[in-house]
């Protein structure tokens, strides 16, 4: 599936998603056909996807997204932004991720 | 101040099998319920043998306002450690449950409805449905947990309860 993702758009986590931080870790459950798979459809983040993931709030688009971490870990926005369009690509797919606004 | 390190490259790990505390397999399980969603969680232990064994794969819903809950599994907080239970509903009040585990001696006690997370309503084991234990079977299966009659039969001989409920299934499933 080809997901066109626009760095001006403003994405949040799907409604259908659960995440929470535990002890340090981020765990990600999606609910599919109403179930949350404890089993099998559990997610964690590394630092980056982290770093990028609670920047993904629906206030944020993901030009700004880049801005903010390049600011926070000192680093080049180009070196970041293809982390962030990566990331986001791939929640997508996986139905994690939904579009809240395009500016 | 020194900035933080940032890995080049993201990554979204799959964890099968994953590890859960039980604190955070409750937070979870509770999150996922209250939006009146399911959870699906593999099963430790074996307090439940012969009906639900251990890597049985279950499915736990949220209470859905069944009149009674008399003879279903159900999964709660035990109040005094905190820890994840799946065992069944053997008495039932207006706000609390009784709960006992079909091979356990002792009953879990008066649990209150705020401690139950949900019911079970689906068991798989080795990729199949087990539909034993949701009809009129499960007053036969109350009946013997009360009795402690699966876990007196599993100190005599650890197969003893699997013919048991092999008996019990002929009864209700021709």
């Known amino acids: 599936m080809d997901i066109k993702i626009n760095p001006g758009s403003i994405y949040k986590p799907s409604e259908d998603v659960v995440a929470r931080d535990i002890q340090g870790e981020l765990i990600i459950v999606p609910i599919t056909s109403g179930i949350g798979d404890l089993e ?5 983040l590394n630092e980056t996807g982290r770093a990028i993931w609670e920047k993904l ?6 030009k700004e997204i880049t801005g903010l971490i390049a600011q926070d870990f000192d680093a080049a926005p180009q070196e970041i932004e293809t982390d962030v369009l990566g990331l986001t690509e791939e929640l997508l797919k996986r139905g994690m991720l939904v579009e809240a606004a395009r500016t | 101040m020194k900035q933080p390190e940032l890995d080049s490259e993201f990554s979204i790990i799959r964890e099968q099998g994953f590890s859960l505390s039980n604190k955070a397999l409750v937070q979870i399980i509770q999150e996922v319920l209250s939006r009146g969603r399911s959870v699906r969680l593999e099963v430790k232990g074996w307090s439940m043998f012969p009906c639900i064994r251990g890597k049985d794969i279950l499915t736990v819903s949220p209470l859905d306002g069944h009149a009674s809950y008399i003879g279903l599994p ?15 509903v053997i008495g039932q009040r207006q706000d609390a449950f009784i709960i006992k585990g079909d091979c ?3 009953a879990d006690g008066v649990i209150r409805i705020k401690n ?3 019911v079970v309503t689906k068991v798989e084991r080795n990729n199949r449905l087990v539909r034993f234990g949701w009809g009129k079977e499960r007053w036969v299966i109350t009946f013997f947990n009360k009795t402690n009659l699966f876990f007196i ?3 005599i001989g650890g197969r003893l309860p699997i013919f048991i409920r092999k008996f019990i299934k ?3 499933f021709k």
């Open chain 2, 104 to 106: 356990v001696s002792g």
């Open chain 2, 153 to 155: 039969t599993s100190r």
């Open chain 1, 40 to 44: 099998d459809e559990i997610f964690t």
């Open chain 1, 57 to 62: 709030d629906g206030k944020n688009s993901l």
């Open chain 2, 74 to 88: 159900v999964a709660f907080t035990n109040p005094s450690s905190s820890n994840l239970v799946i065992h069944r």
């Open chain 2, 116 to 118: 139950i997370l949900g």
């Open chain 2, 170 to 172: 002929k009864l209700f």
